[in-house]
């Protein structure tokens, strides 16, 4: 699609992590025990992915996008949030509810700042990617963020980039799918907000 892709590599995962079963929850605990927060070494990461990328001679700086799926997309929806070099994303199988996974689903280690939940859920984090664009992908029948959880996330989310002047700059797929990235939407989207 004459996209510049850098496909970075979490902390905890292929090269980068070891062959434990849910690595992302080992690695997350074993950064507690030294003090550290696992998602925000992470996002460190992938902040200096874009200095890097927004240095070469071919890649267009005022045309960043981020993608992710599931912890991909926990990474994307934070990135675009705090690093307003990201002008579009796409967040497939993470958009919900931390209070409500807490109870009813699966919740990766890695995908949390600790004590969030006095201050935000993910809905009041993905409002500050307002009013730059963004697009949700959920399918009906994700094991991981289940149609109960992110229904209401979606509203929410809706109701701010509304507030925020930009409703046009948010695309939400809802389609009859598991936890898996579509793309139906989402790539003309980032086609289209990128162009």
């Not at 992710?68 to 929806?77: A, E, K, M, R, Y």
């Not at 796409?90 to 509810?97: K, L, T, W």
């Not at 935000?120 to 993905?126: F, L, Q, R, S, T």
Request: one cysteine or more; glycine letters at 10%; aromatic letters at 12%.
């Amino acid at each position: 699609a004459g996209f510049v892709v850098l496909c970075p590599t979490a902390r905890g995962f292929g090269e980068r992590g070891a062959e434990y079963p849910h690595s992302c929850d080992v690695f997350a605990l074993k950064a507690s025990l030294m003090g550290l927060n696992l998602l925000a070494l992470n996002l460190y990461d992938f902040m200096r992915g874009l200095d890097y990328l927004h240095v070469l001679p071919y890649v267009d700086p005022k045309r960043t996008g981020c993608v992710g799926l599931s912890n991909g997309g926990t990474f994307s929806l934070h990135l675009a949030a705090i690093d307003t070099r990201v002008q579009a994303a796409c967040v497939s199988g993470a958009v919900g509810s931390w209070r409500e996974q807490m109870w009813h689903g699966y919740a990766c280690g890695n995908q949390f700042f600790h004590g969030v939940l006095r201050y935000a859920d993910i809905p009041d984090v993905i409002a500050l990617i307002a009013p730059r664009s963004l697009c949700i992908e959920s399918g009906l029948y994700d094991s991981c963020f289940m149609s109960s959880s992110f229904r209401g996330a979606h509203a929410k989310i809706r109701e701010a980039f509304r507030v925020a002047g930009c409703p046009e700059r948010l695309c939400i797929d809802e389609f009859a799918g598991v936890h898996r990235f579509r793309g139906d939407k989402s790539i003309p989207f980032l086609l289209a907000e990128l162009a």
